[in-house]
Structures are given as C-alpha cells and as structure tokens.
C-alpha cells in the first residue's frame, strides 16, 4: 500500500513540483499530514532529490543541441578524473554518461549557436588531456524531452 501511495506521490510531484502538499494530498488520496509525512520521508531517502524550473531552452536562447560521443585515448585514471571533473564544470554540458560502445563517453551539449559550440570544442574539450575522438551529432528535433520516470 505504501509503494503505490508513494509512486502516486512521486508521479504527481514530477508533473508539478510546485503543488501545494493539500492539492497532492487530495490528488493521491491521503490526508494532509500523512502526505507531508510521506513525501518528507521520500526526501530523507534520496528518492526526491530536488525540485526545480523545466526551461525552454530554444526560448532562452540555447537554440544548438548535439549530442557528443568522446572517446578517451587510454583509461588512464588520471585522465579519467580530470574528464569526470571538467564535464561537471562545464556549463554547455547537459549530461554526461560513461557508456559502452565506440565512444567512452556520451555528452547532451547546448549552446547559443554553431560558433559557441566550436569554441566549446576547442577551447574547453579537445585541451582535455585523453580526449583522443570527439564526434558530433546534431540533435535536428526533440521528440521527447524531460519525461517523468515511470514509478
């Protein structure tokens, strides 16, 4: 019972984060208090670990999207914590995951347009000592961003 009541929470807190712990309340079928109890125990476990604005990133002027396959030239770990660290610096940087496959590394990167991209390139990843292949794909259409995880 619990489970459901908290995948019910944590669907309608994904869908609006700014709802008032009364409306989720009336929304998953518990009482104001348990709610509040529930999703404060959600917190404290890490399952919720933040609520914050979607932003229309073409509307704030972030029109270049690509997604970026790095190879590294050896799993050298100094290179590898250097990558690690300068990936979470890096403001054009959206995620970043170590994957299997061709490249070592998979970046969603957003910029204003082709020209900050290739200064991103040059001036920020390919000094990244290791970075042997960097190939960019052009994302042309989103067709789905931001969907909730399914609980």
Known sequence: MQEEQDSRLLRV????????NQEL?????????????????????GIITGYKAR?????AGLAFHAVVH????????????????????S???????????EADYQLRVRCRNLDEYNRFLEEFLFRIPGV??????LVLREIK???PIAV
Do not use: Y
């Open 13 to 20: 807190l994904q869908e609006n984060g700014r709802i008032s």
């Open 25 to 45: 309340a009336d929304q998953c079928n518990m009482s104001a208090s348990a709610c509040w109890r529930r999703v404060k125990a959600l917190e404290e476990a």
């Open 55 to 59: 932003i229309d990133p073409v509307a």
């Open 70 to 89: 790095v190879q590294l030239a050896r799993h050298n770990p100094d290179f590898l914590n250097e990558f690690i660290s300068a990936m979470a610096t």
């Open 91 to 101: 403001k054009e940087v959206l995620d970043c995951f170590a994957t299997t496959g």
């Open 132 to 137: 042997a292949n960097v190939r960019t794909n």
């Open 145 to 147: 961003r931001d969907a």
